[in-house]
């Protein structure tokens, strides 16, 4: 099942189960959605439960809000991460307060999807990442969606709780190919193995978590060493009891994002394992971003603002042979 | 040298581009990054920039018109002196980022403050180890890392055989509180002390073993129990006591289908010949290499095929292909002078022989068969067949004659 499919089954049962889901964003009911993860949906569930919004996202999540307020349970899909912007004041003044400043009378069933990242040629005001500035509002889950099992478990159990999840997914993945497993229970919270290790902890998600496991083979033949790879799946809270036994176990840690390297969500994870596990680390960790510019429109220099697979490589190779491995 | 300026696709859709203006003439020198023209694609008007430096020899389109993307607009001709100091210039660059590249990398270097990881320190201390010390005298690099700390340790105190003891049984060197050098004498003591068992990793070989005596324990089995007549045997012993079972086996195999056959999901699958699998081990190591279409092979095809597998077995080269395939297993445990035994069923097989020591002129076989392939009352025909060939001396006379 692809990524994008993942996503639409997990909308699909959870809205056939309880009338009150309905969905909102622009282009996603007649269209499908602009990445077709709501397709066929409005001819299941009718137009006032899949609902095609104007241009404007600072109403489009107040609607929301409101409706969340009112006993519905909306799902709203923001068609990119950099148009959240625009609705930042309904986003960090509400969504997120609202329940504190009301002592917990309101609760906010309330999701907001919205692909981010650097896809292809999309220029620099279609591919930004703002998981590090969403994940910094308390009263915000936030969930970023690395695969199709992923998606399919954690959308279900984001529309399920009563509280505001942001539910963010890569404009790169929506094509990404996996089984999924409908009978297990996944707890959304809890980081993911992707494959276990001895030696170094690398820890990322989204895209840059493929491209790392990509070229992990060839990083353990050259360095001689087996890496843990961890899928973070939650951003906020962050799994670190699950980090921790990792980072315990190895004394080594690198995080990898495709977000700009200046206020980077991966930096506080590291500062975290510092405050928190000094005496357990054999190396300065390592943190792989992307380059503090504009995401450029020409395909080179796309490339060279983010990791890659072969940079990743570099990088990781380098900070290895410098560091006693 | 001719460069040639095509009519760029400016956007995913753009299938031609109107030129709205030359911003060049013909004869013009033109050098990397001025701008060429104006072209309008269906979204917006882009500048049209040069790659290369050169002078303007012909423009193919006039201001206004319209051309396909893909077709050639402009025509440059490299000027052969500009672009050898190009050539230059790009020299200079690639000079110039590598002594950056050496500076900064010794700068890294450099900017080393601690002199050995946290978990280098917290594990030298619990070893009594002075870092700052044996840095000094070059006993450790700068900086020092967990593995630096382990490897100065195991070579200070324990001698190349203790630490050969200290791998072989995945002890951990922290786990010694010593002041001097341990021998592997002292090593060993600590492992009978604390009882110590050796690890080895499961080899991929013992785990394919594993596999298939688990599948092989789930089935289905039964055994027969019978005794054979040896005087032929023995009679005609220029061939193996093996050679002569592997024979007499193939023919009876040949009489009882249900003995060439086994089960692959919806399906049995009956041979047309005798496949026998046959049991050899070496270095510890059990092999059940295959010999295809016994019933076709004389007595000397079969004892060189033997010879030729025991060679493969002893030094571990026998393929995965030459241990498939077969249906039925022979064990042959007759000269270490066991009575009887049984055996477990090979993989896919139907059954196996188990083969004992030779006693008052018989031999005790005991068939181990599986109950979903071959029935009680067929491996007891099965049974009388293959005791009746033993006492058929034409039979031996035959085969000993077609070799």
Not at chain 1, 39 to 52: M, S
Not at chain 1, 172 to 177: E, F, V
Not at chain 1, 251 to 262: A, K
């Amino acid at each position: 099942m692809l990524y994008r499919e993942a996503i639409n089954l997990a909308m699909d049962e959870t809205m056939s189960e309880d009338t009150n889901i309905i969905l909102l964003g622009e282009d996603i009911a007649d269209v499908g959605g602009t990445f077709r993860v709501t397709e066929g949906l409005l001819k299941k569930y009718g137009k006032t439960r899949v609902i095609d919004t104007p241009i404007a996202e600072l109403s489009i999540v107040g609607n929301a809000i409101g409706m969340a307020i009112g006993g519905l349970r909306p799902v709203v899909e923001l068609m990119t991460a950099n148009f959240s912007l625009l609705a930042f004041d309904q986003i960090v003044n509400h969504m997120a307060k609202l329940p504190f400043m009301s002592a917990g009378k309101i609760r906010l069933p309330l999701v907001l999807r919205m692909p981010q990242g650097v896809s292809k040629q999309l220029g620099a005001q279609h591919s930004e990442n703002y998981e590090n500035m969403l994940s910094s509002i308390p009263g915000l889950f936030v969930f970023a969606v690395s695969s199709p099992n992923y998606a399919y478990h954690a959308l279900k159990k984001a529309i399920k709780m009563d509280d505001p999840v942001i539910f963010i997914e890569h404009e790169l993945l929506y094509n990404k190919k996996e089984e999924i497993d409908r009978s297990s229970d996944l707890d959304p919270f809890k980081a993911r193995i992707i494959k276990e290790g001895t030696d170094i902890t690398i820890i990322s998600y989204l895209k840059m978590l493929d491209d790392t496991a990509s070229v992990l083979e060839e990083i353990e033949k050259e360095l001689n060493c087996s890496c843990e790879l961890i899928d973070l799946c939650s951003l906020n809270p962050v799994d670190f009891k699950s980090l921790e036994i990792s980072i315990k176990k190895t004394g080594r840690l690198i995080m990898i994002e495709e977000g700009h390297r200046m206020g980077s969500y991966g930096a506080q994870i590291i500062s975290w394992a510092v405050e928190e596990l000094f005496y357990f680390l054999d190396a300065a960790p390592l943190r792989l971003c992307g380059e503090n510019v504009p995401i450029a429109y020409n395909r080179k220099l796309e490339l060279a603002s983010i990791p890659t697979p072969k940079s990743i490589k570099k990088d990781i190779i380098n900070w290895g042979t410098n560091n006693g491995l | 040298m001719a460069y040639e300026i095509f009519m760029p696709q400016l956007s995913d859709s753009m299938e031609e581009g109107k030129l709205i203006k030359w911003m060049v003439s013909v004869n013009d020198k033109v050098k990397i990054g001025d701008v060429i023209a104006e072209v309008e694609s269906d979204k917006a008007i882009m500048e049209l920039q040069c790659f290369k430096n050169g002078v303007v020899t012909a423009l193919y389109i006039k201001e206004g018109e319209s051309a396909p993307v893909g077709t050639v607009i402009v025509d440059i001709s490299l000027d052969i002196q500009e672009s050898t100091s190009q050539i230059d210039e790009a020299e200079e660059k690639n000079k110039i980022e590598e002594e950056f590249e050496q500076v900064s990398s010794k700068e890294e270097y450099s900017l080393v403050r601690a002199i050995a990881s946290p978990k280098a320190r917290i594990l030298a201390k619990s070893l009594n180890m002075n870092i700052q010390a044996l840095q000094d005298i070059d006993k450790l690099p700068v900086p020092s890392h967990v593995k630096d700390i382990v490897l100065y340790h195991k070579k200070r105190f324990f001698t190349p055989k203790a630490l050969s003891l200290i791998e072989e049984y995945s002890l951990d060197v922290s786990d010694f509180q010593v002041q001097t050098k341990q021998d592997s004498y002292a090593v060993l003591e600590y492992i009978k002390e604390k009882n110590i068992s050796i690890k080895q990793k499961i080899s991929s070989f013992q785990k394919a073993l594993i596999e298939n005596l688990d599948k092989s324990a789930l089935r289905a089995v039964y055994h027969i129990y019978d005794y054979i007549d040896v005087r032929y045997l023995k009679k005609y012993s220029d061939y193996g006591m093996t050679v002569w079972f592997l024979k007499i086996f193939a023919k009876s195999m040949m009489d009882f289908e249900g003995f060439r056959s086994s089960i692959k999901g919806d399906f049995i699958c009956t041979s047309v010949n005798a496949n026998i699998s046959i049991a050899m081990q070496a270095n510890r190591k059990l092999y059940m290499p295959v010999l295809k279409d016994v019933n076709h092979l004389s007595l000397k095809n079969i004892e060189e095929k033997l010879l030729e597998y025991k060679k493969k077995v002893e030094i571990s080269s026998l393929p995965i292909e030459e241990m498939q395939g077969s249906n039925l297993g022979l064990s042959n445990l007759g000269f270490t002078g066991i009575h009887r035994f049984d055996a477990m069923i090979n993989q896919d097989d139907s059954s196996i022989a188990a083969i004992g020591a030779s006693e008052a002129g018989r031999i005790a076989l005991t068939l181990s068969l599986d109950h979903r392939l071959i029935n009680g009352y067929e491996a007891a025909l099965f049974m009388q067949r293959v005791k009746e060939l033993c006492l058929e001396e034409e039979f031996f006379q035959e085969e000993v004659k077609n070799v």
